[in-house]
């Protein structure tokens, strides 16, 4: 009969490890013989995220407001310090681990799951809790003897930790590429590649991984066309082993002292589906939907951690004990309840509990009504409650600075301005609230219940037109990651905010003179697209019947043989109105720059449009002839062309202040770079002589502060953020988990220690002391910078410096300028 | 957009250069009816003229730490430089009207020689900033000096490669072209792009110029070459040697041009710190013997 229990935990991550800690508690508590629970882990040992993290890892335990609520200790501090004290628990909690058990399968229901572990064994309990974080699993070579050991390695931390050895390694991706050409270093190395070519690999990587086969100096060898066909265990620890592979001309043995196995990681999605949970979204950030108790659609089986979309590891634990105390009936306050007090302490009518509070307000908001609630509940404590108040009441109420206290605004003030860049949104709960939609554009009211905020939020771009808090308001602001989490997990959200957004921005761009029913039908009949960077939105020579809206991103249009950049537009602006205005050939091929998003407005939604509100075709056609007399002067000067299409290669598409360089003018004093280190830390976030040139045209290695920036994706503190003025920039809440390193396309970012402060400039100046301005060569980081770890920095565009940037300002010859999108065509047609 | 430092808010400090040398004219103009006391430092429109240049050699000098107060707000260092060239120049004006052009061999008019070379060797750095620039990127044709110097890498490789298949002679010489190629080097070897490629042969280490000593050779044994795949890999040498040879030249008119915008500056500022001396030393002098 197979052993069972009360509760099965999936995962020996922080979040399992305090899930079973504090189901060893309950158990000492009752005086149970033998344990109720188990903690089965996949992995030889607990904790794999944290055993992975590079060694001396300092560990933050953020957020800080969040007290931690579990029997296994944490605290901010070295990887060893946190692992030490974890493995501590395990000890003196007796906890009923297992490992080596990745579990394969979850069947059952309440009462009466049966899990299977790869290890052959099938284990039955009630309740099961998974926790196994969203790090994935690698793929392991398929053969008998292949879990991790010594002999059979999936990561590969320091190559120099192997000399001289036969390594074998797997696989053809960019980790194998890079793994086996460190390797060669020092050892004679295989390379085993199932197809016949590199052609998953980044471009760099494949010329080096040809090289290297093809240097016949170098003991580097390649088997083309080759799987794996079995293993010989070495049978002593340190001796060699051996491969069996089935080459395309037979099998072959190859004798070696280790395998590297690099064939990516499964990521876990596909294996949550398989126990039946639910993700609603497609999209790769998606997570499963949880109710307040953290349990699935599958009734008793829980998600908590990383997996559940908590990327911390305070979470993680505060969910592992509380899910434990719901499964045995008990209720207990959310850690974060407190918070939750905090941000309604301002509201004008008080209740007795936080909880009706949240109820009531979703209650009160249609889009959010069917929200599970422990959704709506994250998402309020992520946001911020404004509240509006008249203005003799707002100068005698003492603001208080809690991050999370209620925020007071007065009444008849703007809770946004246009022109700044800030991508909130925005859920009016009660009162009224005015807005725009343009600059001058005519004011709407919003009334409780309806949201607005949303085109920058989608766009990334500044506020268009303000808004203005009237009377008695109550507002929820929330971050745009946090609404973008629940945009990518929640469809019906989604579609909500989809909806009135694509209402909002034909009535921008048309000024239809349509009621909102009138408009929700057009709405209904406009496609909304999307482009991969390059791809072609229509193509000059097709005959088209529609215009497309952009509402993120930016389009160039061109045109000729040659495919010369002729004008480029962005989010708010249209391409493609000829086809309706004029002849319906396309005069000029339109390509997303960048990723793009657009709304496709055919025909008849167009005159339904333009035909109730003759000022606006008027509008439009002035609109396309300055627009036609752009691209002809463009097409004019193929020089402005090229530069034009080289700075949109180069991704500046999506930037909104970008640093280039006049090679014509620029004496390579590296001034600019020092400026940059001596103002920021001793770490220059700029490298000038890096980058592509074009037509003396130089754009270097440094941050653009995109519309809508890759790097702030998957920041597990939200540590990038960006300011009302448009920088982006890193607060000090960064973990250095570089994420964000990996996420930027540009290389902007890297992770440093920080370097000791210098002697002053007139020390260096007069008696030679230091190494002068600018970032050293190198540095030996202190112990006190080691401890504190290393962080992620990038270019903050000198938002604190009252003179604006200062390589700009320190570069001597004028070589330098920082630009925004729209003095592109500017800069290429001074030339 | 990108402006030059010359052509700064519209020549603002040409025109203000222009009229501090009008001035300092006629002040000196209003010198001459007097009889008694020639135009010289002396009379009060000469320490006038005195203090001005004084005052304008220590704002000139002041670029130095300027330059490296990055959170300055005081001017863009652009504006300074524009500023300092224009009114450098008219320095010239100012203290040559300051001297009346009085000299003989003492502290006073070494002051004035030094001052001269400063503002000599400032307008020959001028010079490279306005020219050299454009002409190193154009050097690049389009492409970072990294690809340039990857591209040497691959062509070294090719050729280390294709050495294999020679007799042993000719692959010593080859590999020896490969170990005794320089790039850079002292800073003579540096603002001449000298060539200092050497390889060794059977009677010795010879010069490699222009990789020509190689080439020389190799194009002397293709017509020899017995087998056809022996020419074919003398052939693949000589075309490889003739893009290193490109490559190499483009690589040492990069290091010359680097060398060239810097160098000035090494006479520039020591000269500068010499300046300063001699003109505290004049003054004092001025004074004292007064
Ligand atoms: C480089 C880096 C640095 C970070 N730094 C910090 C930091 O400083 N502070 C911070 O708070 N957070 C940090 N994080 C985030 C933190 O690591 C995660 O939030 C946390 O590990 C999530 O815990 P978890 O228990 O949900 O999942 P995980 O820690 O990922 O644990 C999941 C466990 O489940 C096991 N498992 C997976 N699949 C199976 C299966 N099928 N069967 C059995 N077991 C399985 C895994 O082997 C693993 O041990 C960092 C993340 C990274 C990548
Ligand atoms: C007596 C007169 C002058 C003095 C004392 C003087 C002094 C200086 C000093 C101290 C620097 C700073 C160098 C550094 O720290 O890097 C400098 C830079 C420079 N000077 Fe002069 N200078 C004088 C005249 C001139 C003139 C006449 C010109 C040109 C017409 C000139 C052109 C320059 C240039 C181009 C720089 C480089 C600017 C930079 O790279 O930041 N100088 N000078
Ligand atoms: S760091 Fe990279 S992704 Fe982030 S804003 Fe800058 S350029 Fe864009
Ligand atoms: S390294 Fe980047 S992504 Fe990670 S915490 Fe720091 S800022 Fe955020």
């Known amino acids: ?831 | 957009m990108h402006e030059s430092l010359l052509s700064w808010q519209r020549f603002r400090y040409l025109y203000i250069a222009l009229a501090l040398a009008g001035a300092s004219i006629v002040l000196y103009i209003t010198q001459s009816g007097n009889t008694a006391q020639p135009p010289n430092g002396g009379t009060w429109q000469g320490y006038t003229l005195g203090t001005v240049g004084a005052l304008l050699i220590l704002w000139l000098s002041l670029l130095g730490i300027r330059k490296r107060q990055y959170s300055s707000n005081v001017g863009s260092v652009q504006s300074w430089a524009s500023a300092h060239v224009y009114l450098g120049i008219a320095l010239l004006v100012v203290a040559t009207l300051h001297c009346a052009a009085q000299f003989g061999w003492n502290v006073h008019t070494l002051a004035y020689v030094l001052m001269c070379l400063v503002i000599g060797t400032g307008i020959y750095g001028l010079y490279v900033y306005l020219h050299l620039p454009r002409a190193m990127a154009r050097n690049h044709a389009g492409r970072d000096v990294n690809s340039w110097m990857k591209e040497l890498g691959d062509v070294d490789d090719g050729i280390r490669d294709a050495a294999g298949n020679v007799d042993a002679d000719l692959q010593a010489m080859v590999l020896s072209a490969l170990d005794l190629t320089r790039l850079g080097g002292g800073v003579f070897a540096q603002i001449f792009a000298q060539d200092r490629c050497r390889v060794q042969t059977g009677s010795g280490v010879i010069s490699n110029q222009g990789q020509q000593a190689l080439i020389d050779e190799l194009s002397r044994r293709i017509p020899d070459a017995r087998v056809v795949r022996e020419a074919e890999t003398l052939n693949e040498l000589m075309a490889l040697f003739g893009r290193r040879q490109v490559i190499l030249n483009l690589l040492r008119k990069d290091v010359q041009y680097r060398a060239l915008l810097k160098i000035w500056l090494y006479f520039h500022v020591p000269l500068t710190m010499a300046l300063l001396v001699a003109l505290t030393i004049h003054i004092i002098v001025v004074f004292l013997y007064w």
């Open chain 1, 1 to 831: 009969m197979a052993e069972s229990y009360h509760i099965a935990i999936i995962g020996a991550g922080p979040a399992g490890l305090s899930a079973a800690g504090r189901a060893a508690h309950h158990d000492k508590e009752s005086g149970a013989s033998n344990p109720t629970y188990v903690l089965l882990e996949g992995f030889s040992t607990f904790a794999k995220t944290i055993q992975k993290y590079q060694k001396g890892k300092h560990v933050m335990d953020t957020p800080g407001f969040l007290d931690l609520r579990s029997p296994v200790p944490f605290v901010a501090g070295t990887r060893e310090a946190i692992l030490d004290g974890w493995q501590n628990s395990i000890d003196t909690d007796g906890i009923n681990i297992r490992y080596n058990s990745e579990v394969t399968a979850i069947e059952g229901e309440r009462g009466n799951f049966s899990i299977k572990t790869s290890s052959g064994e099938t284990i039955s309990a009630e309740h099961v809790i998974m926790s196994i974080g969203t790090q994935g699993n690698p793929r392991t070579l398929g053969v008998p003897g292949d879990a991790e050991s010594d002999f059979v390695l999936y990561t590969l931390d320091d190559p120099e930790e192997f000399q001289k050895e036969t390594i074998v390694v797997v696989g053809a991706g960019d980790a194998a590429i890079e793994n086996a050409i460190a390797l060669a270093e020092y050892n004679k190395v295989y390379i085993v590649n199932r197809r016949n070519e590199f052609s998953r690999a980044k471009d760099g990587n494949l010329n080096a991984v040809l090289a290297a086969i093809n240097d016949k100096s170098r003991d580097f060898h390649c088997f083309y066309e080759t799987n794996i066909g079995g293993l010989e265990l070495p049978d002593a620890p340190g001796a060699a082993g051996a491969i069996i592979l089935n080459t395309a001309t037979g099998e072959e043995r190859v004798e070696c002292h280790r395998i590297i196995a690099r064939l990516g990681t499964l990521p876990p999605r596909k294996f949550v589906e398989s126990c039946g949970i639910e993700i609603s979204s497609p999209s790769a950030d998606a997570v499963p939907d949880v109710d307040n108790e953290y349990m699935s659609n599958v009734p008793g089986l829980y998600v908590i951690g990383a997996l559940g979309g908590y990327p911390l590891i305070k979470q993680a634990m505060n969910q592992g004990y509380d899910v434990v105390e719901y499964i045995h009936g008990n209720h207990v306050e959310p850690v974060d309840t407190p918070i939750l007090k905090k941000k309604f302490q301002g509201l004008p009518i008080k209740m007795p509990t936080p909880e009706e509070v949240l109820s009531l307000y979703q209650s009160k908001i249609p889009m959010f009504r069917r929200m599970n609630p422990l959704a709506f509940r994250e998402l309020i404590i992520e946001s911020r409650i404004l509240v509006g108040l008249e203005p003799g009441e707002f100068d005698r109420t003492p603001a208080d600075d809690d991050e999370h206290a209620t925020v007071f605004i007065k009444d008849g003030e703007p809770v946004y301005q246009h022109g700044e860049y800030s991508t909130s949104f925005y859920t009016l709960v009660e009162g009224e609230v005015r807005m725009q939609l343009d600059e001058d554009g005519a004011w709407h009211d919003i009334k409780p219940g309806q949201f607005f905020g949303e085109m920058s939020l989608i766009s990334g771009r500044p506020r268009q037109g303000s808004a203005i808090a009237e009377r008695d308001c109550i507002l929820i602001e929330t971050p745009r990651r946090i609404m973008v989490k629940l945009m990518n997990s929640n469809e019906e959200v989604r579609a909500g905010i989809d909806r009135v957004f694509i209402i909002r921005a034909l009535q921008s761009a048309f000024k239809p003179n349509l009621s909102l029913a009138e408009m929700a039908e057009i709405a209904d009949n406009v496609e909304s697209c999307q482009f991969k960077p390059g791809e072609a939105i229509f193509r000059e020579g097709e005959e088209g019947d529609a215009l497309h809206l952009i509402r993120s991103g930016t389009v160039t249009l061109s045109r000729g043989k040659e495919q010369l950049v002729v004008a480029k537009r962005h989010s708010g602006e249209i391409v493609g109105q000829m086809a309706l205005m004029g002849s319906p050939m396309r005069r000029d091929t339109a390509t997303a720059a960048v990723r793009a998003e657009t709304l496709k407005v055919r025909r008849p939604e167009f005159l339904k449009m333009a035909n109730s509100q003759p000022d606006t075709v008027e509008k439009l056609q002035d609109g396309l002839s300055t627009l036609l007399r752009q691209t002809n002067s463009m097409a004019s000067q193929p020089e402005s062309s090229r530069a034009i299409g080289f700075l949109m290669d180069q991704g500046l598409g999506e930037a909104t202040n970008a640093l280039v360089i006049d090679e014509a003018l620029c004496v390579g004093c590296d001034n600019c770079e020092k400026a940059c280190a001596e103002t920021h830390g001793g770490i220059s976030r700029l490298r000038r002589e890096e980058g592509a040139s074009f037509a003396s045209l130089h754009v270097p290695i440094v941050c653009r502060h995109c519309e809508l920036p890759h790097c702030m994706k998957d920041c597990p503190p939200d540590a990038l953020r960006r300011s009302p003025t448009g920088e982006v920039f890193i607060s000090d809440t960064c973990i250095g988990c570089g994420n964000c390193e990996t996420n930027c396309p540009y290389d902007a970012i890297k992770l440093s220690y920080q370097p000791k402060p210098k002697p002053s400039l007139f020390s260096w100046l007069f008696f030679g002391r230091g190494s002068g301005p600018g970032e050293p060569d190198s540095f030996t980081p202190t112990d006190a910078s080691k401890n504190s770890g290393k962080k992620a920095v990038k270019c903050d565009a000198c938002m604190n410096l009252a003179g604006g940037p200062a390589c700009v300002r320190a570069c001597p010859t004028g070589a330098a300028v920082r630009l925004g999108p729209e003095q592109f065509i500017e800069l290429v047609e001074a030339r």
